[in-house]
């Protein structure tokens, strides 16, 4: 079915025009990834991401059935699973950045697997389980919490279950200050790093399992030469990355007697390499990895998975292709395909029939968009060195005449690839051409290349990119330049403007180092002479000249619009940069707009704040270069127009909740405005309430003998937040359709209208609003006169435990703790306000009897107090304190009664209803508020309280009547409030 589904979205894409992309479809998880297959390879194992929501699932090989194992909330991020046996799993996670482990305990019945979790000492970690050992797992905990010192157990599962250490064997107790232990299952041997944090230095150590002695492997230094162990090609033989020896990263022999690396196994003329795999014998090299035009790519030694890999080829042309996983009778692949305009494919490979199926796309959404493929070329700078750069074109029916030449961050040891970029989709679907360019001391280009970038901020690095944007416009037209790009890439944008003021029209700059001496003191850390010495080495000695390559200082030659995006709690790019920056900036009377987040550190950490970022940029490109609107664009469709709306509401909320960004009212109706008129549903909700709250304001600061004009015009902003409303139902809004219920239900700001107020709870319910829509019907239908009045349909709503007894699939109003709460609300109303015959009491009756257990049973009440009420904490109830016949009215007034039950009989439940009443200097009562209560006879106190906010006092007097269901007075009690 899954590829049945692609095909067909497959074919819809063929027939699409590359029309603007949403930011929730482009900046998210994708939809699966970490997997693996079970040890008897009937499953395949995967991060799976489902409406929003994170599953570790097993997926059957034979059944494609998708079963979940356990589940993750906002707050937590899958780290690592590791199976140890067929039925139990190892999973590492971390919960708001705390390390957490369990272990899941899978059992399978009919058909269906249920996982019990089993949670795990915080600070330990699964080495290895051990296959060879199927009774034993390897299992380190850290003795001390401040410091590396880990221990090393070999338990039982039953031992790791029950967390029986005490009893487990030590496997290494002795070694100190281990930062880690690893195990190479194919030699059984351990391996150990240490680390002397005082020292700076640390050792890889390893022995067999069965020895006790410790041999150096290689020590760890701070040298900025590569040097990455792969495994032991013989006994005292390392196959090991380093450049130490020669300029590209290549494969080499390390004798580990001597310490010294020797032969040269593999080096590419061109790249470094970037990974390399030993065979299963661990005794030869099986294949190495480097970066290609932009792409990981693997060179096997192998002939016969070579030929393997050219079939993939073939079958998958255009893409790249690599083999996540294996199972363990090597029958089976899980393939992995992609491009730079494909977000990528998993795959299930069967070796023997040579025939692929289609697990899941990345990004299934996003098939039905056209996405477009990155072109690789190079340039040769000034030094004469080949440069590696990415142009990403628009649709040409698409294009706005815009390069975005956006750098990448760093400088150094930094790259850019040739992958599914979100951001790169995001701005060439609305018009935009990208140009990416992988400068001098970008990464995988040899130690030479790496090095030439150093110290060359605003020099070299920004040479390069200007070759790679000559050459780019010579072959293609642009109307409009700007330079975007964060981290080294804001400040190099800024550079871009300052030694180009003519050829760029914006410059965008997100977490950028502008005033390049104060990376040297921005805060204690950074005057310590370790930092400084890292620093030094890429930016360059401090000292004056660093201000001739600083835009702070250089800001003078800036022409065009800036947007400085920043986060606060930035600890590597110090707000202070962007502070500066924007002074001075104003202060030359130069066009500045900032972006500043709470919260937020070196870049965003969240899907949502990635989105809101993209399209505030986005919306600031529009803008700044006069640019058509994005929903305007040739194919949009009236669903895409309101989609879009999606990242226009975006912006509109950082401005109005209180979130990462400083709220500003007047842009926030500007955006919901913009958002609503796309027809956006939640947009024309917000621009709608933001309205009635002007009005309500304007209103209540008219003052006597004045403001006739004001008066008119808060009645206008009421009246029209109240039609956005009703806009907002009609995008499809449920928030609004239950917002507008109650304002037609109060008559507070519109006139009381029941029919309207029903019609509008109705559409709330029926778009799938939670429950209290439908409670607030019932109520309409107990309370309002005929013909709406249906006390039989009344009833039939306030059933909460007949709806939550609907198959998952029918229950279209979700039973919350807030539905609950609204119920003794709506019920406290409905038997307060209304007027009933018998047989509708019974109706009424019958539901707190179904809901509550609450019988029609006679009581009584005794001990009666009424007064001002507060909590006694001591007695753990609440308490009259002040019994006066008359109250002074003032804010959190809190008046009630509180009393005890006469039942007849013990074991019965009985349901109350407070009923309090106002009587103003007009002389006219009315129900203002009532209450619903229940219990039992073992309920230790009863009590009925009413707390007063500032716009709800009165002169006059207040009445609380208790009655039952049957509307039998047990209590009434009468106060004056002056």
């Known amino acids: 079915m899954r590829a049945l589904i692609a095909l067909c979205l497959y074919c819809l894409a063929f027939y699409a025009q590359a029309t603007p992309i949403p930011a929730k479809e482009l900046f998210r998880s994708p939809a699966m990834s970490q997997v693996g297959f079970s040890p008897d390879n009937r499953y395949i194992s995967a991060l799976i991401v489902d409406e929003g929501k994170s599953y570790l699932s097993l997926i059957g090989v034979e059944d494609k059935i998708y079963q979940h194992v356990g589940a993750f909330d906002a707050d937590e991020q899958l780290n690592e699973y590791v199976w140890i046996d067929n039925n139990t799993l190892y999973i590492s996670y971390s919960h708001r950045g705390q390390a957490r482990q369990v272990l899941a305990l899978l059992s399978e019945k009919a058909g269906k697997i249920d996982a019990k979790m089993v949670s795990l000492p915080s600070d330990g970690y699964l080495v290895d389980p051990l296959i060879a050992d199927p009774t034993h797992v390897l299992y380190a905990k850290n003795r001390y919490g401040n410091r590396p010192s880990n221990r090393l157990y070999k338990l039982t599962l039953d031992e790791l279950i029950n967390k029986k250490f005490n009893s487990a064997k030590f496997e290494e107790k002795k070694l100190k200050d281990v930062a880690v232990f690893a195990f190479d299952s194919i030699r059984e041997e351990l391996f150990a790093v240490t680390a002397d944090i005082e020292n700076m230095r640390g050792e890889v150590l390893y022995r067999s399992l069965n020895e006790s002695r410790w041999k150096l492997l290689f020590e760890i230094d701070d040298s900025e030469v590569s040097f990455s162990p792969i495994g032991f090609i013989r006994d005292n033989t ?204 970008s990464e995988g280009y040899g130690k030479q290349f790496l090095d030439s970038g150093k110290g060359e901020f605003g020099k070299a690095i920004e040479e390069d990119i200007t070759a790679a944007v000559t050459q780019v416009r010579k072959q293609h037209k642009f109307n409009q330049m700007c330079a975007i790009g964060a981290s080294y890439g804001g400040y190099s944008s800024l550079m871009l403007a300052i030694k180009h003021p003519d050829d760029y029209q914006c410059a965008v700059g997100g977490y950028g180092i502008y005033d390049l001496p104060l990376l040297f003191n921005a805060n204690n850390f950074k005057v310590l002479e370790e930092y400084r010495e890292s620093v030094s080495k890429v930016v360059g000695e401090l000292s004056d000249e660093l201000i001739k390559y600083s835009p702070v200082y250089l800001a003078e030659a800036i022409k065009s619009p800036v947007l400085l995006v920043a986060g606060k709690m930035d600890r590597i790019a110090d707000f202070e940069h962007s502070m500066r920056m924007e002074y001075v900036l104003n202060k030359l009377g130069k066009e500045v707009e900032t972006l500043y987040y709470e919260q937020t550190g070196h870049g965003q950490s969240s899907w949502y704040w990635q989105r809101h970022e993209s399209a505030y940029v986005a919306d600031y490109l529009k803008r700044t270069l006069v640019l058509g609107e994005y929903h305007q664009m040739q194919g949009v469709n009236d669903e895409l127009v309101k989609q879009l709306g ?7 909320d950082g401005f109005h909740f209180d979130n990462r960004v400083k709220n500003d009212q007047s842009l926030a109706l500007k955006y919901y405005r913009e958002s609503a008129n796309m027809g956006e549903g939640r947009a024309a909700y917000n621009l709608g309430n933001l309205l009635v709250e002007q009005g309500l304001e304007l209103k209540d600061n008219i003052t006597i003998g004045a403001g006739v004009d004001d008066k008119a015009n808060a009645h206008a902003l009421i009246k029209e937040g109240v039609e956005w409303g009703d806009k907002a139902v009609e995008f499809g809004y449920a928030g609004a359709g239950y917002w507008l219920g109650i304002v037609y239900e109060l008559g507070e700001l519109v006139e009381q209208d029941w029919g309207r107020s029903l019609k509008y709870f109705t559409a709330a319910a029926e778009l799938e609003y939670d429950a209290r829509a439908r409670l607030r019907m019932a109520k309409a239908y107990c309370l309002a006169p005929a013909p709406i009045r249906d006390v039989q349909r009344c009833s039939e709503l306030l059933s909460l435990s007949d709806l939550e007894k609907l198959p998952t699939d029918e229950q279209r109003n979700a039973v919350t703790s807030k539905s609950y709460k609204t119920l003794r609300w709506v019920l406290g109303d409905i038997f307060a306000k209304g007027d009933y015959n018998l047989d509708e009491r019974t109706l009424l009756k019958n539901v707190v009897q179904q809901e509550y257990q609450a019988s029609d049973v006679k009581v009584d009440l005794d001990d009666v107090e009424f007064g001002e009420v507060t909590y006694n904490n001591y007695r753990n109830r609440y308490q009259v304190t002040d019994d006066a016949k008359s109250f002074v009215g003032r804010d959190k007034l809190s008046l009630g009664a509180v009393f005890n039950v006469e039942f007849e009989h013990e074991g019965e439940n009985v349901a109350l209803i407070g009923k309090w009443i106002k009587q103003g200097a007009s002389g006219k009562q009315q129900v203002f508020d009532s209450s619903f209560v229940y219990g039992d006879a073992d309920a230790k106190s009863w009590d009925i309280r009413y707390t007063f906010d500032e716009d709800e006092l009165f002169e006059g007097t207040l009445t609380l009547e208790i009655s039952d269901l049957n509307n039998r007075l047990l209590a009434s009690k009468t106060v004056e409030l002056r």
């Not at 999606?646 to 509109?652: H, P, Q, R, S």
């Open 238 to 441: 390392l196959a090991v990355l380093s450049n130490k020896n020669t300029d590209k990263v290549a494969l080499y022999e390390f004798d580990i007697p001597s310490q010294t690396l020797g032969s040269v196994l593999y080096e590419h003329p061109k790249y470094d390499l970037v990974g390399a795999e030993l065979d299963e014998s661990g005794k030869a090299v099986k294949s190495v990895r480097y970066v290609e035009n932009g792409h990981h790519v693997s060179h096997f030694f192998d002939n016969d998975i070579n030929q393997i890999k050219s079939l993939f080829s073939s079958a998958f042309q255009g893409k790249e292709t690599v083999i996540s996983a294996h199972s363990n009778d090597a029958k089976q692949m899980l393939l992995f395909s992609y491009a730079s305009d494909d977000p990528g494919s998993y795959y299930l490979f069967d070796v023997q029939s040579k025939k692929a199926d289609l697990l899941t796309e990345l990004y299934p959404d996003l098939i039905q968009h056209q996405l477009q493929p990155t072109e690789v070329f190079s340039v040769t700078n000034t030094a004469g060195v080949e440069v590696e750069a990415y142009l990403t074109l628009p649709d040409k029916q698409s294009g706005n005449g815009v390069l975005l030449v956006m750098p990448h961050g760093g400088p150094i040891g930094v790259r850019d690839f040739n992958y599914f970029n979100s951001e790169v989709q995001y701005f060439v679907s609305r018009g935009f051409a990208i140009l990416r360019v992988n400068f001098r001391g």
């Open 646 to 652: 999606g990242d226009t509401v975006l912006i509109a």
